[in-house]
C-alpha cells in the first residue's frame, strides 16, 4: 500500500498530465512535464512505484567502464575536485557513460548507506525508459543542463532527491556521458540548487576542454572568449585542424557559434577566419580575431602542433619492479618500432595490450603524432569500415552531410593501434591489406585515394595462425601484420604482482582523493587470485574497493563478489580459514606487506632470520610475490 507521500505524488502526476493545458501556472517547468507524459504514456511506468533503479552486474559494469576508459581517466581528477567542493552539504557525485549508467561514483562514507538505499551508487542505470523522469535522463534526452528538483521526479522511489546534471560532450558533438551532483536530503525551494548546478555545468565544461586538448594532440589549436582574460583560463570557443586546415575538432560552443554565425559548420578553417591573420597569430601571442561573413570578434591564442611533454598519468614500474619478460620484450620493441617493421601483440584479454601499445609509441619518432585506436571487437561489423576508412558527404543513407574522416586519415604520420584484429571481418581485412601495401586509403563514396604514412601497431588474444589455418584471417595479411611480434604473459604469472597492485591501488585512491592501503587479508587475496580478466580486471577490482570501502583500509569484505566466491569454492578454503586466523601468520603477513614483501627487512623487523621467516611461510602457506 502506498504511503500519503507516494499517494500524493500519484496524484499530482496524473492531475497535471489531464488537466496540464487548463492549469494556470504548472508546478514543474515545461521540460519536467514532457518526460512525464513520455514517462507515463510511452515508457509505460508507475509513477507510484517505490522499486530502485537497476544496477549492472560487475562484469557488465566493467565492460562499460572499459567502453569509456579514455573518458574515464581524463574525467576522474574533475569528478574527485567536484566531489571536494559539494562533499560537506551530503551531495554525491556520479558520472554516467552516454546510455545513463553510473560508471564513476564519488561518495562520503558518512552518507554511503543513504545515498545507497535512495539508488546512488556504481553501476545504476538512468535511463528514463527505466527510471522515468530523473536528473541523467533529463539530460540524455535534453542534451543539456537540468535540475530535477524532490517531485519533479517521475516515480514516488526518487521524490527525495535532487539531482543537477549536465552534458558532456566530445569534440564531434557526441555525447559521451553525464556529470551529475544529487543529494537525498535538500531544502524544498528548487533555487536552491542554483549554486549546485552552476558547479555542475562549469566541471561538465572543464572534462570536455580536457578530453578536447587530448583529442586535439599533433593539430592547430585555437583557445577563444569575448574577453581577453579569459582566453587561457576559461577559454570557451575550442578549433582545432590539421595542416592542410581541415577542421578536425569543436567542442559544443564553437559549434553553436559557428552553426549561428555562418549559418552551417565549415569544413575548413579559411572559410572562418582569414588565412593571413591565421599566419600571423602562429607565435602564440594573444590576437583579435574576426569571424569572416559574421559580426564577431574574439580574442584568442593559437598553439602550433608539437611535442607534449606531459607527466604519465600512470606511474611506469621501475626495472626492479617490473616483470622480466614484459620488460625484455618492451626493450625489443621499441627498437624495432621505428624500423617501418609492424608490431604484432599477442596476450590474453585485460593483458594490457593497448597499454604495451601506447609506450610503444611514446618511445617512437612518431611520438608528437596522434596514436589512434579503434577496437575491432567492440565495434559492430557495419560500422568498422566506415570509422576505419571513414566516408564522404552522402556515401550511405544516413551518413552525415559532412561527411566523416576516418581512423587510418586521422593516424596519419602517427601510430593505428588496431586491437583485436582477429575479429576483423574478411572483406574489410582485404581492404586494410590494400592500405598497408599501397599507402594509400579511399574513404567510402570517394573517386580518389589519399596517401597515408602510418605505423601499425595490431594486437589479439587469438590465435591468429590458426584463424588462417581455419580461413577465418587471410594469411596475406597476417604476414604483413608480423613484423615483429610479442606475447604478454598473463597476470597470475607476473613476477611483477605487488608492485602492479601496489601502483594502480595509488592511481585509484588519489582519484578518489583519499589515500586508502590495502588490509592483509584483501592483499593475500588479491595475490592469490588467478585474475582471468589481467590487469584490467584487478584495476577494477581495486576501483571498486576504493568506491565501496568506507575507511581509509580496504579490508576482505570490500572486495567484489566474484574474489571471495573464488576463495569459497576453493577445495582448500576451510583450511584457509583456518591459518588466516593464526597470530603467527597475521604477524608474518603485516611484517612483510609494512616492508613491501621484502624479506631481509622483513625478518630484520621480526627479529628473526631470514631462513626462519621462509621456513614460516612455508608452514602458513603464504603465497609470496615473485617466488614462484
Known sequence: MLSAHSKAHVDCVSRVLKNAAHLPQLPVPDLILDSWRR?????????????????????????????????????????????????????????????????????ESAIRNDCRKAGLYLGTCWSEGEEGTCGVAAVLTARTPVTVHKRDHFRAAFIGLTCSAAPVFDPRGELLGVLDVSAVRSADDRRSQHLIRQMVVQSAREIEQAFFMSSAQGYWVLRAHNSPGYVDSQPDYLLAWDDDGRLQALNPAARQWLSQSLGRVPEHIDHVFDQQLLHRARDESLC?????????????????????????????????????????????????????????????????????????????????????????????????????????????????????????????????????????????????????????????????????????????????????????????????????????????????RLALINRILEEESSA????????????????????????????????????????????????????????????????????????????????????RWKPTAAAKALGISRATLYRRVHQHDIDMPGRG
Not at 469 to 475: A, I
Open 39 to 107: 514517462s507515463m504514456e510511452q515508457h509505460h511506468l508507475d509513477p507510484g512505484s517505490l522499486q530502485g533503479p537497476r544496477i549492472l552486474s560487475q562484469n557488465v559494469l566493467q565492460e562499460c567502464q572499459e567502453r569509456s576508459e579514455l573518458f574515464l581517466r581524463i574525467a576522474s581528477e574533475e569528478v574527485a575536485r567536484l566531489h571536494g567542493r559539494v562533499r560537506d552539504a551530503d551531495y554525491c557525485v556520479l558520472l554516467t557513460d552516454a546510455q545513463g549508467q553510473t560508471i564513476d561514483y564519488r561518495v
Open 288 to 496: 583579435l580575431f574576426h569571424c569572416q561573413g559574421a559580426r564577431h570578434t574574439l580574442h584568442g591564442r593559437l598553439n602550433a602542433p608539437r611535442r607534449i611533454k606531459r607527466t604519465p598519468a600512470r606511474r611506469v614500474l621501475s626495472p626492479a619492479e617490473l616483470d622480466p619478460r614484459l620488460e625484455e620484450s618492451l626493450r625489443l620493441a621499441v627498437r624495432v618500432k621505428d624500423r617501418n617493421l609492424p608490431v604484432l601483440i599477442q596476450g590474453e584479454t585485460g593483458s594490457g595490450k593497448e597499454v604495451f601499445a601506447r609506450q610503444l609509441h611514446q618511445a617512437s619518432l612518431r611520438r608528437d603524432r596522434p596514436f589512434i585506436a579503434l577496437n575491432c571487437a567492440a565495434i559492430p561489423e557495419n560500422l568498422i569500415e566506415s570509422e576505419l576508412f571513414g566516408y564522404v558527404a552522402g556515401a550511405f543513407t544516413g551518413a552525415s552531410s559532412k561527411g566523416m574522416q576516418g581512423l587510418l586519415e586521422q593516424a596519419h604520420g602517427g601510430t593505428l593501434f588496431l586491437d583485436e584484429i582477429g575479429d576483423m571481418p574478411l572483406a574489410l581485412q582485404t581492404r586494410l591489406l590494400r592500405v598497408l601495401a599501397e599507402g594509400e586509403v579511399a574513404p567510402l563514396g570517394a573517386s580518389r585515394s589519399k596517401a597515408i604514412d602510418i605505423q601499425v601497431v595490431c594486437a589479439s588474444h587469438r590465435d591468429l595462425q590458426a584463424l588462417v589455418t581455419s580461413g577465418e584471417f587471410r594469411e596475406d595479411l597476417y604476414f604483413r601484420l608480423r613484423g615483429a611480434r610479442f606475447q604478454l604473459p598473463p597476470l597470475r604469472e607476473r613476477s611483477d
Open 512 to 595: 578518489c582523493g583519499i589515500a586508502v592501503q590495502l588490509g592483509s587479508a584483501a592483499l593475500e587475496c588479491l595475490l592469490g587470485y588467478r585474475w582471468p580478466g589481467n590487469v584490467r580486471e584487478l584495476r577494477h577490482v581495486l576501483r571498486y574497493a576504493c568506491a565501496v570501502c568506507e575507511t581509509h583500509l580496504i579490508q576482505l569484505s570490500d572486495l567484489p563478489e566474484q574474489l571471495l566466491g573464488h576463495r569459497l569454492n576453493d577445495p582448500a578454503s576451510a583450511d584457509t580459514v583456518e591459518r588466516c586466523a593464526s597470530p603467527e601468520r597475521q604477524a608474518l603477513i603485516d611484517a612483510l606487506v609494512r616492508h
